[in-house]
Nanobody
Framework: QVQLVESGGGSVQPGGSLRLSCAAS????????MGWYRQTPGKQRELVAT???????TYADSVKGRFTISRDNAKKTVYLQMSSLNPEDTAVYYC?????????????WGQGTQVTVSS
């Protein structure tokens, strides 16, 4: 049974920082591309950042230079360090794990964690 459990969300003032964590179980963590996505009411879920099994990272333009994604394969955990937060970063943040084989795409989601940036 695959589980992705996010933690670290909360409320923060503009300019503040938060670190999200996502602990995985039930998957071969090291071979998965891990990612963070976010969603606000009425909008589609959007990519925030991804990190491949080889630790290649990608970021949405809106978070470049402010957010950093990293992974610890020994702990089966992916992190999202968020700095210089602004109200537009308010959303539910979801952890994602995916792995493509020649036969199918394995794609899993966490339950989400709320991040609220407000003064």
């Amino acid at each position: 049974q695959v589980q992705l459990v996010e933690s670290g969300g909360g409320s923060v003032q503009p300019g503040g920082s938060l670190r999200l964590s996502c602990a995985a179980s039930g998957i071969i963590f090291s071979i998965n591309t891990m990612g963070w996505y976010r969603q606000t009411p009425g909008k589609q879920r959007e990519l925030v950042a991804t990190i491949t099994s080889g630790s290649t990272t990608t970021y949405a333009d809106s978070v470049k230079g402010r957010f950093t994604i990293s992974r610890d394969n020994a702990k089966k955990t992916v992190y999202l360090q968020m700095s210089s937060l602004n109200p537009e970063d308010t959303a539910v943040y979801y952890c994602n794990a995916n792995h493509q084989t020649p036969w199918r795409l394995y794609n899993y989601w966490g339950q989400g964690t709320q991040v609220t940036v407000s003064s």
